[in-house]
């Protein structure tokens, strides 16, 4: 219930919920700003029982605002007292419901929707859950994130990426790694441009519209500038591409220093010629 507020440079660790929110919890905002931020290890462990709660790392309801240069790393929801319900957790880096939020040079790593043995409702979102909404995704990576299914399995939903609702538009992402399904779409509208998506189990699910993107699965192959072949990673921690003339090592988007590759990756300049090369 907050105009202009600004969380930055924090770190936001070894948080538990029982509701919303593990780590943060943003509701009917505006102009909020999450900036150079670490969000990790918190956890959102449902206290009420026949509910859908959200959001390990963070959970936006009905807000506006910008999450900017910020991680999200090892967080995760989960139902640890209820076994046999209607109770259900998405969302275990990020989960935003309604509102519209901006997110740029965001990490989003290694984050779980998890379920307990006893578990019978399939999860959602490892990464990020988005409930209803209009949100945008810059520059930003989803990686190695998990969904839990039923009874304990791993076959949950959108284990990088889940949309039930709402319109998500996604430029320049990363999207691998991910235990089950890449990024998954249930209604709405998702669209994702310049991106690389590789290495999930089944990477897109539902209708999602590609362009300039580099699927593993073949997912528009040779349509809308889409293509198939190896990205040629640097390595599966922070899914770099390898260059000829440089490329990024040991960080995601900063912290790390530069390397050259006798290979070089066939994503490389091969995006949307009209997109802007300053993202």
């Known amino acids: ?13 070894n948080n538990t919920a029982g509701r919303n929110g593990g780590g943060i919890n943003i509701s009917y905002a505006d102009a909020a700003v999450v900036t150079n931020c670490i969000i990790t290890h918190n956890s959102m462990d449902i206290l009420d029982r026949d509910w859908d709660r959200y959001g390990g790392g963070l959970f936006a309801y009905n807000s506006y605002g910008t999450i900017i240069d910020s991680v999200l790393i090892t967080n995760r929801t989960v139902n640890s ?3 046999f319900s209607n109770t259900r957790s998405a969302g275990g880096g990020l989960a935003l419901y309604g509102g519209a939020w901006t997110v740029v040079r965001t990490v989003v790593a290694l984050n779980g929707s998890l379920a307990a043995g006893s578990d ?3 999860k959602r979102g490892g990464g990020v859950h988005v409930v209803s909404g ?8 989803f990686l190695r994130n998990r969904a839990m299914g039923t009874w ?13 609702n709402g319109t998500v538009v996604i430029n320049h992402a990363t999207i691998a790694g991910n235990l089950g399904e890449g990024i998954s779409r249930v209604a709405g509208s998702v669209a994702v441009t310049n991106g690389i998506i590789w290495g999930n189990g089944d990477d897109v699910v539902g209708t999602v ?36 003339g440089g490329h990024y090592l040991n960080g995601y988007f900063t912290g790390g220093t530069w390397g050259r590759s006798a290979e070089h990756s066939p994503g490389i300049d091969e995006g949307d010629p009209a997109s802007s090369y300053a993202e």
């Open 1 to 13: 219930y907050a105009h202009e507020q600004t969380i930055a440079s924090c770190v936001i660790s």
């Open 81 to 83: 007292f209820h076994g």
């Open 120 to 122: 019978y409702l399939t």
């Open 134 to 141: 209009t949100h945008q995704f810059r520059s930003c990576v």
């Open 152 to 164: 304990g399995s791993e076959a949950g939903y959108g284990d990088g990426f889940n949309v039930e």
């Open 209 to 244: 519209t590609l362009a300039y993107c580099d699927v593993e699965d073949g997912d528009n192959n040779l349509t809308n500038g889409c293509i198939k072949l190896d990205p040629l990673f640097v390595d599966t921690v922070y899914y770099h591409e390898k260059s000829q």
